[in-house]
């Protein structure tokens, strides 16, 4: 894993969670759509929250589809669902909402899964030469 | 009776973007480290080789039936059941799914991690 793989990373969890902020906000202001007026979600399009909402979940797709051409799926997955903490974060500490005990439990359970996996290789088969001899147990060395 | 229909909802999202993850990651493995490919040969080359990928559009058809199974299922059952339980599920059907399907070594560190995050999901919503 080299650091410009990690940034891609960050930029999946990033757009995920503040697209999906951005979108959530959007259609707040943009109201209710009826059956009837579908036409109102092509405009809905025009807030400002929602059109950079759907740029960042383009931006979402764009970067875990070049983290998937680098890393297996159980490796992406669990690594980029720091965007649930994240969510949590932004709503106690920005949005001031009330954050129970069990949501902060849910928040320790992803980082302690993401701790987990990020510890192991990215890629199946293709695993990484490791940088530096350190989990390297001095016999293993060769002579 | 709406119970049922939102469990029956919760397993179309489930299967669908199980699916639509697999078939993205078996895409992408085809058409290859896409950093070193823009690098080599430019966007382009990029864009054309994902866009004219089968199992890229397969993938694409599943989310988007994975996205509708999730509209239907919002008009039918409480956000706060499908939203959730969807979610923490498909974490666990992926690692199934990848180590069957795409062969990946999921090891005990995968399915710790597996676990805990669809645990964590599931608290969030609480």
Redesign the interface.
């Known amino acids: 894993m080299t650091f410009r793989k990690y940034l891609v990373l960050a930029g999946v969890t990033l757009c995920a969670s503040i697209g999906d902020s951005l979108l959530s906000r959007g259609m707040k202001q943009v109201g209710n759509i009826s059956l009837d007026h579908l036409s109102d979600v092509i405009l809905a399009v025009l807030n400002p929250s929602v059109a950079l909402g759907i740029l960042l979940l383009l931006g979402f797709f764009a970067s875990y589809m070049t983290a998937l051409s680098w890393a297996d799926l159980t490796y992406v997955l669990p690594a980029t669902s720091l965007g649930y903490v994240l969510l949590t974060l932004i709503a106690k500490f920005y949005l001031h909402e009330a954050v129970t005990t069990s949501r902060w439990i849910g928040v320790l359970l992803i980082s302690a899964g993401v701790g987990f996996v990020t510890q192991g290789p990215a890629l199946t088969h293709h695993p990484e030469k490791p940088h530096k001899a350190e989990y390297e147990p001095a016999s293993a060395r060769p002579r | 009776m709406m119970q049922a229909y939102a469990w029956s909802a919760i397993t179309a999202i489930v299967l669908a973007s199980t699916t639509g993850?697999?078939l993205?990651?078996r895409a992408?493995?085809q058409?290859?480290?896409?950093?070193a490919l823009w690098r080599q040969s430019g966007l382009w080359t990029v864009l054309g080789r994902?866009l004219r990928n089968p199992n890229f559009l397969l993938g694409v058809l599943a989310m988007t039936t994975a996205f509708y199974s999730l509209l239907f299922g919002l008009s039918w059952g409480d956000v706060s059941l499908i939203a959730p339980a969807s979610a923490s599920l498909t974490?666990i059907t992926?690692?199934v799914a990848?180590?069957i399907f795409?062969?990946?070594?999921?090891?005990h560190?995968?399915w710790?991690?597996?676990?805990?995050?669809a645990?964590?999901?599931?608290?969030?919503a609480?």
């Open positions: 993850d697999i993205l990651s992408m493995k058409v290859g480290d896409v950093g994902v974490f992926n690692a990848a180590k795409l062969h990946e070594r999921v090891d560190r995968r710790m991690a597996a676990v805990l995050v645990g964590g999901v599931v608290l969030l609480a």
